[in-house]
């Protein structure tokens, strides 16, 4: 089936910037707040969000098989289990009533004032309820950086590392959207020249660059998932924000992993990107260094070239740039990573969440967390203020941002922005 909303010379006849990250050919997906105290599924052109519940009531969606209900719900899961055919027939449906040749919707100004909402009549919500996380530790450059700050250079990767995409479950329940605030943690930490722990709030605060896929109902108990079949079950994708408290994490990791240190929040961007809307934007991923198994072997472009920033702000203070990134810097894709998952008969549902782990490049600036960019702090960065940052301090806010372009079109993620406040007190 193909995609007429991709359309790169489609026009739509709502103003919008020449370098919005919204374009017709994005229609991404989403949950907000309405101006009258209405949830609603929804999706973006341009500086306007759109009521898709509206939408449908109206009978803009004729001859789609929807049920009345699928966009007055207050989250996405149910649609996303509707399945790819459903995910594109709305798009393109979508991209035809807001195209520019198409009066319908663009001269009928009692539904338009039923439809269209500003930003700033609209609070955006999680897109999904996050049955399931899983993150993973995908970034070569990242794993060995980290690997040769802990353990030394010929030890950084595990022998593991280069076979499986490593991973672990992490806690749905502490997702949030782009413009929560969070507190710094509480933990246990084993300060340096320390013998025993000792307890308190976490020193070294840390973002995570990462991107997440949101899957649909793919499997049965049982049933893995092959490779080059794994796309047809990703609904789409969103900027991701690990929040990692390092000090904690390096006590408590050994021998099962993180816990504490990354279960007290992640945020997203609150646009879902889908699949489709990034197939322009497929590349070649890095080449394996040593052969895989035969289940992660897969053909064809499996990675996305979408460009990542990373900005603090402190408080009262100008953004500084401290981070460019890339998605196409994963060794390992999201294919794999969805194949290894379910390898073994592990189910997965609409909505669960899978993290590309932190993304870094092979050059200093393009390194995916404080961790790496200060190189554990023996390093500082030094803000557009004057002041430095070693790890993330009390009231600075982390901002990431994505987008593909290519010279027809701009896709973008909007941004996930996050404030970290000072801890409770106990």
Known sequence: MPIKANDPKRKTWLET?????FPIQNIPFGVFLTRDDII???TRIGDYAIDLGALHQLG?????????????????NDFISDGRKTWRLVRDRIAEIFDKENPTLRDNEKHRSHILFTLDEVEMQLPVQVGDYTDFYSSKEHATNVGTMFRGKENALMPNWMHIPVGYHGRSSS?????????????QT?????????FGPSKLVDFELEMAFITTDANVLGEPIPVNEAEEYIFGLVLFNDWSA?????????????FLAKNFASSISPWIVTLDALQPFKVEGPKPEVEQLPYLQYKGKKSYDINLEVYIAPENGDETKICTSNFKYMYWNMSQQLAHHTVNGCNVNSGDMMGSGTISGKTPD???SMLELTWRGEKP???????????INDNDTVVMKGYCKNNEVRIGFGECRSKLLPAIKQ
């Open 175 to 187: 997702i949030i959207p782009s413009g929560i605030n969070i507190r710094r943690p509480w933990g």
């Open 40 to 42: 609603t599924i929804g």
């Open 17 to 21: 910037s020449p370098d919005t990250d």
């Open 366 to 368: 393009s390194y995916g």
């Open 381 to 391: 960065l030094t803000l557009s203020d004057g002041t430095e940052r070693k790890f």
């Open 190 to 198: 084993l300060p340096a020249d320390n013998t025993e722990p000792v």
């Open 246 to 258: 390092r000090d904690i994490q390096k006590w408590e990791y050994v021998p099962l992993g993180p």
């Open 60 to 76: 803009y969606f004729k001859g789609i098989d929807l049920t009345d209900d699928i966009f007055l719900q207050d989250t996405l």
